[in-house]
């Protein structure tokens, strides 16, 4: 098989090296501002490097991309603000920070909605109703939205065990600044706080908050984890972020670049599961390495069905959010993880 990829590989690549147009000189020297929600090494760090690798090598000089790591351009919020003035081309946007602009996006923010099996979610973010969807959604706002992508399960880490929703009394907890997130954990009886990403370190070593929530390898890559004792894994929801760009833009690049710019988007689809994966996967084992009293508690289904019961009231709070649109995307997104399912269901 190995060999015959090989040479299928070879084939596409001299094929666009045949078919792609030749350089325009009128177009030389631009550069596509591309700012992440991450640091250096992230999930979204990878994306946009390899973003990066992928037009540069296609587009013979004419484009560079320069990827602005967070922290350099300001939070989230300031970066979205910057790409909607076109001081920016390209940035990631998450749902978590997306919600005051765009209520219905916050569908992706609740809990014990979508797949068990990551796969079936990452298929489902390809789905053309829930792409055409997002679009029209983003479109209103004076975003183009490209993308979403996962980056894993969302994981608590705290100071005090939490295997039951009891034990979330007291705890303050750091969410990102969507609303909804407010709702959703204190349904399960936790303070929520929203934070910006940049403060969720200090305020966790200051005693400001007791606890928070993300990927594991964001747990790591931000030493959430020195300043806290346990991570649990209710495998409740996945950290979604979403891709976009500047319409105009995007509506003044050539027709060479704009498919240099969506086969790339398309191209990392596939590419970033597995580097969430793996990334997850590592730096979890890194984590317990540096720190070997960390305990990890994983949820049993019965202990998950308690939160689960208590996430149910939330989607009260999402429609009040987010409204009939809200609504419309919610079924959107659950039919396309539907369609994913049976898609991906081995044939008997
Ligand atoms: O918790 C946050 O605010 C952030 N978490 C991740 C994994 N990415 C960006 C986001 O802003």
Redo the contacts with the bound molecule.
Sequence with gaps: MRPRLGALLAVCLLWSACTDPAPDPARQGQVWRFAI??TRG?V?DAYAQRFKELVEERSRGEVKVVVYP?GTLGT?DQVTEQLHMGTLQLATA?P??LGTLIPEVQAFLLHFVLSEDERVNHEALRDSELVAFLERLYKEKGLRYLAAFS?GWMVWTTRTPVRRPLDFDGVKMRV?TSPLLLAAYEAYGADATPL??SE?YSGLQLRMIDGQV??IF?IEEMSFYEVTDYLVFPNHAQ?Y?TVVTNPEFYSRLSAHERELLDTSVATLHDEIFEVQRSYNRERLDLMLERKPELEVIRLSDEERSAFSARATEVRAAYLALAGERGARLLETLEAAVARARRNLAPSS
């Design positions: 929600e991450e992230s979204q967070y989230s998450s978590g920070h980056e990102m910006p990403y969720v993300n990927p964001a950290f972020t």
